[in-house]
């Protein structure tokens, strides 16, 4: 069946620094990608998506490029702040079902 | 914006009995979806639901559970008999299609 892993974490940073979350899948498909991030005490939120190969999906200086030759979709962000702080999930949407398979999650902490 | 909401955030319960998680999608979205996250686990599908019946559950949602879209505005998620195991944070999600789902903010469910 379909799967995603990423990155083990939990990952500290210091602001300003640049940040790499690791994301490959399996699926039989072409599923469509996406970066969820949930914040302290609040439910899952969509970073930004990709429907298909070399699509690059973006929000709030959030990066993340669909690589279909390596099956991975790798978050990034060149400077981080303290408000980053949070968990981040990866999912895969497959077109014959419709549901989100996720990561583990990987918890970012930004320290000033 | 518009987001999906979800009551009550927590719930505390006695193993066997019944619980309903509510859910209020957004309005104009056909489909809708119950997930699941056990604390230090994944995200997992429960089910997913369009036209007025499930289009697909996993293996998880056995004949405990029970989904319904009694109005046109809320949407349930139903678990009969309660086991320690059931708890978790319970996800509602909604979509306007088969693309980007939207969460709720979750309800944490406690079995005692």
């Known amino acids: 069946g379909d799967s995603v892993t990423q990155m083990e974490g939990p990952v500290t940073l210091s602001e300003e620094a640049f940040l790499t979350i690791n994301c490959t899948y399996t699926?039989?498909?072409?599923?469509?990608l996406f970066w969820y991030v949930q914040y302290p005490g609040e439910g899952l939120q969509l970073l930004l998506k990709a429907t298909k190969a070399d699509d690059k999906g973006s929000n709030k200086g959030f990066e993340a490029t669909y690589r279909k030759e390596t099956t991975s979709f790798h978050l990034e962000k060149g400077s981080v702040q303290v408000s980053d702080s949070a968990v981040y999930f990866c999912?895969?949407?497959?077109?014959?079902?419709?549901?989100?398979?996720f990561g583990a999650g990987t918890t970012v902490t930004v320290r000033a | 914006e518009p987001e999906v909401t979800q009551t009550p955030s927590h719930q505390v319960t006695q193993m066997g009995q019944e619980v309903i998680l509510r859910c209020v999608p957004i309005s104009n979205h056909l489909y809708f979806y119950w997930y699941r996250q056990i604390l230090g686990q994944k995200v997992e599908f429960l089910v997913s639901f369009y036209n007025n019946e499930i289009s697909e559950k996993s293996e998880i949602f056995d004949d405990q559970f029970s989904v319904e879209r009694p109005d046109g505005s809320n949407f349930t998620l139903k678990i009969r008999s309660t086991k320690l195991e059931d708890s978790a944070m319970y996800f509602c999600a909604s979509s306007e299609s088969t693309d980007t789902q939207y969460f709720g903010p979750g309800t944490r469910l406690t079995v005692l």
């Open positions: 699926a039989t498909g072409y599923p469509s």
């Open positions: 999912a895969l949407s497959d077109v014959s079902d419709y549901k989100l398979s």
